[in-house]
């Protein structure tokens, strides 16, 4: 079983940077990280859980929630089996707990939804104002 690993969270002031790695391990014999569409969300308390932002599992093309755009960057590495988050300009209002998400290439419909089969469990960002 895929097991995803978040970490790089904390509190930072407004204005700030934080860079977020997530992990993976677990991966089933004859398929490769390489293969899984990787995705970062976040849930602030009292709301649902809304995308931020994915990679492809082929060519690595990337999406963003259109209100972060400019501030927050997804990459990869595939061989170190690790997405990232750079996230910049931090806000207030970026405070959630954020969650990797790995789907198997194909299987998520839309990368903004929740259908990813594999999930972390999180880690805090707390922005200070």
């Known amino acids: 079983q895929l097991q995803l690993v978040e970490s790089g969270g904390g509190l930072v002031q407004a204005g700030g940077s934080l860079r977020l790695s997530c992990v993976a391990s677990g991966i089933a014999f004859g398929r490769t990280f390489s293969n899984y569409d990787m995705a970062w969300f976040r849930q602030a308390p009292g709301m649902e859980r809304e995308f931020v932002t994915s990679i492809r599992s082929s060519g690595g093309s990337t999406y963003y929630a259109d209100s972060l755009k400019g501030r927050f960057t997804i990459s990869r590495d595939n061989a170190k089996k690790t997405v990232t988050l750079q996230m910049n300009s931090l806000k207030p209002e970026d405070t959630a707990v954020y969650y990797c998400?790995?789907?198997?290439?194909?299987?998520?419909?839309?990368?903004?939804?929740?259908?990813?089969?594999?999930w972390g469990q999180g880690t805090q960002v707390t922005v200070s104002s």
């Open positions: 998400a790995a789907g198997w290439r194909g299987s998520v419909r839309s990368l903004t939804s929740l259908e990813y089969q594999h």
